[in-house]
Structures are given as C-alpha cells and as structure tokens.
C-alpha cells in the first residue's frame, strides 16, 4: 500500500501560478505512472497530465501548455506547474499512481491522494 499527498493549493489571483506537490509515502511505487487530475464542482473529474517513469508526459485534451507536469523520482515527488491560472481552474486537485488498466484518462488507479485545493478569483 501506498499513500499519497498533495500539497501547494491555495487561493490565488486571475493569472497567477502555482506549484502543486504529490509525495509517495514508499519507493516502491517510484515507476509507476503518476497522474494529476481535477474536479470542479458539479463537475466530472478530470485528467489533467500524466508522466511515465522515463518522463514522457501526456496532457488532457483541454490543457493548452498552462500546465508542466514532471517528476522527482529519489524524491518519489510528482509535481504540476499551473501558470496563468483562471477561475475556471479553480477544482481539487488530485494525484494518482498504480494503473491497473486501460488509459490513464480512464481513471483506474490503484491509489489516490486526498487532494489539494485550487481557488483562483
């Protein structure tokens, strides 16, 4: 088993950045494949990004270059850099690691975080 947390949220201003943080609390899973989702509210979760242990990364169809996803793995730390942040990014953050099947977009994963607020106004 595994845990994972989220950390770097926060309430920022239209055009601001962040940096979210997702540490694993055990190497073990150090290459697997790490993704960051988001959920708005009333909304369906979505994928945001995701990075292989290699470090190729893919993005979701609505991501349009705001967003760097990258890893640390002596760190077992995935990160996601938001810049330009709009309030229509305002959603839990999300970070996953342990695919057991199909796409990453499709959401089954092993492990979740408990997620990280982003509020942007």
């Known amino acids: 088993h595994v845990q994972l947390v989220e950390s770097g949220g926060g309430s920022v201003q239209d055009g601001g950045s962040l940096r979210l943080s997702c540490t694993a609390s055990s190497s073990t899973h150090n290459k697997r494949l790490l993704a960051w989702f988001r959920q708005a509210p009333e909304k369906e979760r979505e994928g945001v990004a995701a990075?292989?242990?290699?470090?190729?990364?893919e993005y979701g169809d609505f991501v349009k270059g705001r967003f760097t996803i990258s890893r640390d793995n002596a760190k077992n730390t995935v990160y996601l850099q938001i810049n330009s942040l709009n309030p229509e990014d305002t959603a839990m953050y999300y970070c996953?690691?342990?695919?057991?099947?199909?796409?990453?977009?499709?959401?089954?994963?092993?492990?979740w975080g408990q997620g990280t607020q982003v509020t942007v106004s």
């Open positions: 996953a690691t342990d695919l057991i099947f199909g796409s990453w977009k499709g959401q089954r994963f092993r492990y």
């Open positions: 990075i292989w242990f290699s470090g190729s990364t």
